[in-house]
C-alpha cells in the first residue's frame, strides 16, 4: 500500500474522502421560487415576467443535491453568470449533499 503524505485533509476535510473528491456533482444557483397554478404556466408567453419571492439584494444560493452548501452574490464574469461567495455551508452539511449518490 503507498503511504501518503501530507497534512491529511483537503479543505478542512480528512482525506479518507480523497478518492471522492474528482465526482462531479450538479449545482445550481437558486434565485427564488414561487408557486404558480397550472393555469399561468400554461398562460406564460414572451415578455411575460415572473416574480420570485426573493429580493434583488438578497443573497442567492449555491445547492448541490438537495443542500444549500454556499450562498453568495451573482457577478458576470466572460459574458456568464458566476457566484461570488459570501457564506458557506459547514464541511459536514456539504458533505451531505452528495449522498444521494450512495
Known amino acids: 500500500m503507498e503511504k501518503v503524505t ?3 485533509e483537503i479543505g478542512g476535510i480528512d482525506s479518507g474522502i480523497g478518492l471522492l ?3 462531479e456533482l450538479d ?3 437558486q434565485f427564488g421560487s414561487r408557486d404558480m397554478p ?3 404556466v400554461l398562460e406564460l408567453g ?3 415576467v415572473v416574480e420570485l ?3 434583488v439584494s438578497d443573497p442567492v444560493d449555491l445547492v448541490v443535491g438537495d ?3 454556499a450562498r453568495g452574490e451573482v457577478v458576470v464574469v466572460n459574458g456568464n453568470f458566476a457566484l461570488r461567495v459570501t457564506e ?3 464541511p459536514q452539511l456539504r458533505l451531505e449533499s452528495i449522498r444521494c449518490l450512495f
Open 53 to 55: 419571492d426573493r429580493h
Open 88 to 90: 458557506v455551508a459547514t
Open 67 to 69: 443542500r444549500i452548501v
Open 27 to 29: 449545482a445550481t444557483l
Open 21 to 23: 473528491c474528482d465526482i
Open 46 to 48: 414572451p415578455g411575460d
Open 38 to 40: 397550472l393555469r399561468e
Open 6 to 8: 501530507g497534512s491529511g
